[in-house]
């Protein structure tokens, strides 16, 4: 019903910027489906650990919610005519380092625990060097 391709990921030294991007589609985005809410999510995963919030973003209003470790740092946005969410990573830290995923979420409230995201695209690794 609703994909999502990340891209943008590389590797990149410490203090660099980096722009990850997820593009939105699918049916039920054309139908209309999701006018009410639908929320887009950025989490993050390293190997042997669980994923992490990183930042989510209301498709409707704008709306933006951020992890504490990235705030002052990352910039979600949206360009609703291009279908695409975008996560701009400024100052990055090897920390960053991990397979950064984009997720869609229908739900009325921005949430920040991945298991409310029904649908997820398929990674994007982001590797900062020091």
């Known amino acids: 019903q609703v994909q999502l391709v990340e891209s943008g990921g590389g590797l990149v030294q410490a203090g660099d910027s980096l722009t990850l991007s997820c593009a939105v589609s699918g049916r039920a985005l054309d139908l209309g489906w999701f006018q009410q809410s639908f929320n887009v999510g950025w989490f993050r995963q390293t190997s042997g650990k669980e994923r992490q919030f990183v930042a989510a973003i209301s498709w409707v209003n704008g709306d933006t919610v951020y992890a504490d470790s990235v705030k002052g740092r990352f910039t979600i946005s949206r360009d609703i005519v291009k279908s695409t969410v975008f996560l701009q990573m400024n100052s990055l830290k090897p920390g960053d380092t991990a397979a950064y995923y984009c997720?869609?979420?229908?739900?009325?409230?921005?949430?920040?625990?991945?298991?409310?995201?029904?649908?997820w695209g398929q990674g994007t690794q982001v590797t900062v060097s020091s």
């Open positions: 997720a869609g979420d229908a739900s009325p409230e921005i949430h920040s625990v991945d298991y409310h995201y029904d649908y």
